[in-house]
């Protein structure tokens, strides 16, 4: 069997320019946390449910100050793309009176790894967070971004046991091009 096309080309080399124009499709860069060209800001939404412990000295009648560890699934949302999933840790000090600050890791199922930082009102249920994303391995190694969130305690014994989710939780990430210096705790020009 035989196939003619008009114009002269052949069916071989409509199949190669085909399959050249579909291949350059798909290899359009996408919007990912991982994906985004230098200085390119790319939003993102999350869902966030950790659960540890908390150890707690008191400092008088209403003073407290507690050192957190929590861990959980976080999975992201990417804008104009798919999400990813994520396994966080996270290590927070936490003052009632005067605030709290912590530090996270966020890793890939391929093990690679976002770094960055937490600041809040308290570690109180229903705080508004604030987390600064500092970098990372892999494909995140020149990200920088910051995102915010409500904590929302559902479980918080007095044996130390906490459960709690983030509701709200939102951002932006963009690659740092090669030789940029990194800037010291995020971006305001949200």
Not at 5 to 12: C, D
Not at 165 to 172: F, S
Request: charged share 25%; hydrophobic share 35%; glycine share 16%.
């Amino acid at each position: 069997m035989s196939i003619r096309v008009r114009g002269g080309a052949s069916p071989t080399r409509m199949m190669r320019s085909l399959l050249l124009l579909a291949a350059l499709a798909c290899s359009r860069p996408s919007s990912t946390l991982e994906g985004p060209r230098p200085g390119e800001w790319v939003t993102f939404e999350g869902s966030l449910s950790a659960a540890g412990e908390r150890h707690t000295l008191r400092l008088g009648p209403s003073h407290r100050a507690s050192v957190v560890v929590l861990s959980g699934p976080l999975v992201l949302s990417v804008q104009g793309g798919l999400g990813r999933g994520f396994q966080v840790e996270a290590i927070a000090f936490a003052d009632n009176q005067t605030g709290g600050e912590g530090r996270f890791v966020w890793t890939d199922a391929r093990g690679d790894q976002v770094f960055g930082n937490l600041k809040g009102d308290t570690a109180a249920a229903g705080r508004h967070i604030l987390g600064t994303i500092e970098g990372g391995t892999g494909g995140y190694a020149r990200l920088e971004g910051e995102y915010d969130f409500e904590w929302m305690y559902v479980v918080d014994s007095e044996e130390g046991r906490i459960q709690g989710r983030a509701t709200g939780l939102k951002g932006r990430v963009r690659r740092v091009a090669d030789g940029s210096a990194r800037p010291a705790g995020g971006s305001n020009d949200r």
